[in-house]
């Protein structure tokens, strides 16, 4: 073969990232002759388009240079693609897909047909070259104060007059940056960052506010969208997108959410930041690489919105199954739910319209407001409500004479048809409310579950398996698992919970212990209350059915299995380590009841599982035991385990049709792991990464990763808790990696500036220190700078030292010159710690 392997039609060639995403692969499909003799392998950049002569105008070739063939030294490529039509270039299968689509795309929804009259009329009222000098009363304004303008001016028509646009609505009015509130005062800011503006100082904002509007709209005409950046308008990105597509109808599509352009940008493989931050950019770039598509050229832009919005925020989604409480103190409240055909949450008594659209600023105001944990708890699972979820109406309560059954009884059950972001409604008697549909309203009663809290999530699969086998659904909403059930895949039993340093490796470890062994009590006490979660954890472990143990370096065999140890009377005897101790006891406890005793000891406990190790059906299913590992990749995992690594795999378990039993080396015992034991292990990242594991271990666990958390990091005295922690690891994620990134646990527990300080000087820094190796220097660039005295607000700074100084009376010492030192300050105040992570 020569230089280049061949020319390939695109249409049979599938291309897809390998599974480090750095190279290109090609799969041929369509051609047996070329998958018969071509190994499949990355060529990266090798694969190189080409225009050929004489060839279809419509399409492309592509060359693939240097691949691999087996057993033919030669394949006659041109001969192979003469026989299959040119197509469109090499697309992934999620843009293949989204073409598809388009084909035969027919828009239902005449929504977007009238946009381009009706932005017209827009502009008509709000003419480009007049926007400058548009007085703030024509911006926004309220409707008790001007009831004969309030919907004529900029902003109504922008959120209420939804014919020239996608809807901005929700959110609270600080979107547009300058608002007016019930007092009649204009103000900027929400919740805790609320000031209001007057004189001067509200003329400068306004006037700073329409300038950067307007010269936005400018750069965008220039495709400058860089330039908007830099601008950094004060609005919500979603209110100057929708401002840039109305003047600049061309340019931008009428779509606006987060959640759809995202998912475009993806699917278009757009290589920029895919945050909702950059929203303005992904829809301008969008836009212009769809335009420039041979599907999507000759679509007029109304057509194009349509598709995209359609195509990618109606599919389909799995459903999220809710229980729902209908008492409010007392008082049943199931007939107005009816009647109304509502769902409703009771708690605190006043309306959340401004703050519900994001769960964040919810809890804030709630915490503003004093609310307890339970109502913040319960408001923010109402708000993360979506269209089509199914809530289960139901209550709890015990029954028979020692009222040792717990009953589950459903009410009715529902489906919801607004996402409770959108649909909300606050209504006097039930508060705060979404729309439903009613699919049944069947009593139903099931005994064994109990859900207490007011607005849970059902998170267990067996449970929701119970109560979905209790009620009659469509049969379209049965074949959907909730998105958030927790899947426990019985044929997995050892996981490794993995992350850097403070991300709670340890405290999610209990959880998914508790999880495995009783799912269904865990489901009921694992949003609230950690305390109970911890009494939990600890009655299983005094029972034998949970064990603990921590690896290091010179953890071995002896411990973790068995080995020799004195008696003190100069003698060796061998002793059960604690693999062996907590399969045994688990094993038992898996022998069918005619093979086992009351009262038995350890010992007796094995010698019964060793009688019966071998006997087909001896071992039934029984409750689970877990063996907690941590730092299980501080130990020399050969070592530890020895030739048992492979009795862990599922497979070669008791009572499996691989089972495996070993002989162990001291006692000359018979040993298997039993079906009914988990292992899970935890990991420090930062210690040693996954890459670095031992092979055995990597391939008989399941890995999941746990991450830093910013979203439970709350603002203290003014310190903006996960912007600090995001900068932190932002930084550390350049300069090493991410498996050195800091987890949100070292802070979770402050309550005041002073205590974050002291996290700080005493964990973060010696932390950091101990990454970079002393080198106070690289410390002082994840902390956000180096001041060049101590003076400066940076908890980094420089300090030059002369040699003269220091060795006073030795000749030639100033040859040596002076050097820089970079201290650490002792003493941090909050304008350090800001500095962290502000401009």
């Known amino acids: 073969m020569g230089k280049y392997a061949g020319t390939v039609a695109l249409a049979d060639i599938k291309c897809y990232r390998d599974k480090d995403r750095t190279d290109l692969v090609a799969e041929f499909k369509s051609f047996p002759e070329v998958r018969r003799f071509l190994n499949v392998q990355a060529v990266g950049d090798s694969l190189e388009r080409a225009s050929e002569s004489g060839k279809p105008s419509r399409g492309y070739y592509w060359r693939v240079e240097n691949l691999r063939y087996g057993a033919r030294s030669e394949v006659d490529m041109e001969s192979v693609v003469e026989k299959h039509q040119v197509q469109e270039t090499i697309i992934d299968e999620k843009l293949r897909k989204f073409i598809e689509a388009s084909k035969d795309y027919i828009s239902k929804d005449k929504f977007f047909e009238t946009l381009e009259d009706n932005k017209s009329k827009f502009i008509e009222r709000f003419p480009l070259d007049k926007l400058i000098d548009m007085p703030i009363e024509e911006y926004i304004v309220l409707k008790a104060n001007y009831p004969d303008t309030y919907n004529d001016v900029f902003t109504y028509w922008l959120e209420r007059k939804k014919e020239i646009g996608g809807a901005i609505g929700g959110g609270n009015a600080s979107k547009f940056y300058i608002y007016m509130d019930a007092t009649g005062k204009y103000c900027i800011g929400y919740g805790n960052k609320k000031r209001y503006i007057e004189g001067d100082e509200l003329k400068y904002e306004y006037n700073d506010l329409i300038s950067k509007i307007v010269k936005s709209i400018e750069f965008a005409r220039e495709d400058n969208i860089e330039g908007i950046k830099e601008l950094n308008p004060p609005l919500w990105n979603m209110v100057l997108l929708k401002i840039l597509s109305i003047y600049l109808p061309n340019k931008f599509i009428d779509v606006y959410s987060s959640s759809v352009l995202i998912p475009l940008a993806e699917i278009l493989n757009l290589d920029i930041d895919k945050s909702a931050e950059n929203i303005v950019e992904i829809n301008y770039l969008a836009?212009?690489?769809?335009?420039?598509?041979?599907?999507?050229?000759?679509?007029?832009m109304f057509k194009l919105s349509n598709f995209v919005w359609e195509t990618i925020s109606k599919a389909p989604r799995k459903i999220t199954y809710w229980a729902l409480g209908h008492n409010y103190d007392g008082d049943n409240i199931l007939p107005d739910l009816i009647e109304k055909n509502k769902i409703a949450v009771g708690y605190f008594e006043e309306d959340l319209s401004d703050v519900i659209i994001n769960k964040r600023t919810l809890k804030e105001y709630l915490k503003e407001n004093n609310c307890d944990n339970n109502t913040i708890k319960n408001l923010s699972n109402f708000s993360e409500i979506k269209k089509d979820d199914i809530v289960i109406l139901k209550s709890s309560f015990t029954k028979g004479e020692k009222r040792d059954i717990s009953v589950f009884?459903?009410?009715?059950?529902a489906k919801v048809l607004e996402d409770a972001t959108s649909g909300y409604e606050y209504d006097e008697r039930l508060h705060h409310t979404i729309p439903v549909e009613w699919i049944s309203k069947e009593v139903r009663e099931i005994e064994g579950i109990n859900y207490l809290g007011t607005l849970t999530k059902i998170k267990n699969e067996k449970v929701l398996d119970i109560i979905l086998n209790n009620i009659n659904l469509p049969h379209e909403i049965e074949e959907n698992i909730s998105n958030e059930v927790d899947e426990l895949n019985e044929d997995n039993k050892n996981f490794i919970l993995y992350g850097p340093p403070g991300t709670g490796k340890t405290y999610n470890v209990i959880n998914k212990a508790l999880e495995i062994i009783d799912p269904e009590g865990y489901s009921e006490i694992a949003e609230d209350n950690r305390e109970a979660i911890l009494n939990q954890y600890k009655e299983l472990v005094d029972k034998g059915q949970i064990a603990f143990c921590t690896f290091h370096q010179s953890y071995g065999y002896e411990e973790f299995i068995e080995g020799l140890k004195s008696d003190g009377k100069g003698n060796f005897v061998t002793e059960d380590g604690i693999l062996k101790r907590i399969s045994y006891n688990a094993a038992y406890e898996g022998l069918k009841e005619e093979y086992k005793e009351d009262e038995l000891s350890y010992n007796d406990k094995k010698l019964k599982v060793n009688n019966y190790i071998n006997k087909e059906k001896a071992f039934k299913e029984a409750k689970k035991f877990v063996l907690i590992i941590d730092e299980i990749n501080r130990g020399n995992i050969s070592k530890v385990f020895g030739e048992l690594i492979t009795l862990l795999e599922e497979d070669k378990r008791i009572g499996t049709s691989n089972q495996i039993v070993a002989n162990l080396p001291y006692t000359k015992e018979k040993f298997s792991l039993p079906n009914n034991l988990y292992i899970i292990g935890t990991m420090n990242t930062s210690d040693k990464s996954i890459a670095q594991i031992d092979i055995a271990l990597r391939r008989r666990f399941i890995f999941e990763e746990i991450?830093?958390?910013y979203e439970i990091l709350d603002?203290?005295?003014?310190?903006?808790?996960?912007?600090?922690?995001i900068a932190i690891n932002e930084r550390i994620e350049f300069l090493l990696d991410r498996d050195h990134l800091i987890g949100h646990a070292y802070?979770?527990?402050?309550?005041?500036?002073?205590?974050?300080?002291?996290?700080?000087?005493?964990?973060?820094?010696?932390l950091l220190q101990e990454y970079f190796y002393g080198d106070n220097e690289k410390v002082g660039m994840i902390l956000g700078g180096i001041g060049s005295s101590e003076g400066d607000k940076y908890i980094v700074y420089k300090e030059e030292k002369s040699a003269n100084k220091i060795f006073k009376g030795f000749k030639n010492i100033s040859d040596i010159g002076s050097k820089e030192f970079f201290r650490v300050k002792s003493n941090i105040g909050i304008e350090e710690l800001k500095n962290i992570y502000e401009d």
């Open 287 to 300: 836009t212009k690489k769809l335009k420039e598509m041979d599907a999507f050229k000759d679509w007029e």
């Open 409 to 413: 009884k459903i009410s009715a059950v």
């Open 707 to 709: 991450m830093p958390n």
């Open 715 to 725: 603002e203290i005295d003014g310190i903006e808790l996960d912007k600090l922690l």
């Open 747 to 766: 802070f979770v527990n402050c309550n005041s500036y002073s205590d974050i300080i002291n996290v700080v000087i005493n964990k973060i820094i010696p």
